[in-house]
């Protein structure tokens, strides 16, 4: 049976036998002894998206007394979530991803740092309902690599275009209106940083309906 640890675009957790390409944490363990998932979806702000492997270490998903490991189809999907990137396995992306933030959000001088940008993600994930937090927005506004829910699903946007999402991967590309407004999933700091040059992970099977 799938473990209930893969990560949607809207930040809901499910059960698949897709395999994922990044995996991360929302800072703690929200499993129970049994490796179901327990009732809470994050322990601390810190959400993050990380390397299947690194340096050799093994670990046993949903081990006892561990955090939780959750898995994404890609980068773009675990941004859209609201995760970012680890600084111990992914350290050259975790320190792009920050100059550009500050380059383009920062309001002093010197690099932000990670529990800054945890806490303006966690305002910009979640409403104080726990539900996911989106806002509305033109396709043409947009740059590639934002997540967006439209009609019967979440799409991947790239220069313009919609590529609907599923656990296996990409399964189409849409051609729509560049003013056509859609409700936005990822995160505007997110967004900003993708609109700098930061470019975003996309599972190989956009490439087939490019």
Known sequence: MALTN???????????????????????????????????????????????????????????????????????TSFAAGHRPCYECRRQDAVSFAELWTEQLGERRGRVKAGEMDAVLHTERLMDNGRKATFEEAVGHLPTGAFVRWRDGAYLVIAGRLFRWSPEGYTAALDVAPGLVVEVLTPRSALAVFAAGYDADVHESALVHM
């Not at 930040?11 to 490796?35: E, Q, S, V, W, Y």
């Not at 670990?59 to 994404?72: C, D, K």
């Open 6 to 76: 893969r990560v949607t675009p809207d930040g809901h957790i499910i059960a698949t036998r897709a395999r994922g390409t990044f995996m991360g944490n929302r800072g703690g363990m929200i499993h129970r002894l049994d490796k179901s998932l327990g009732p809470r979806q994050w322990v601390s702000k810190a959400w993050i998206s990380c390397r299947l492997s690194f340096k050799g270490r093994w670990r046993e998903v949903m081990g006892p007394n561990s955090y939780t490991e959750l898995f994404f189809l890609d980068e773009a």
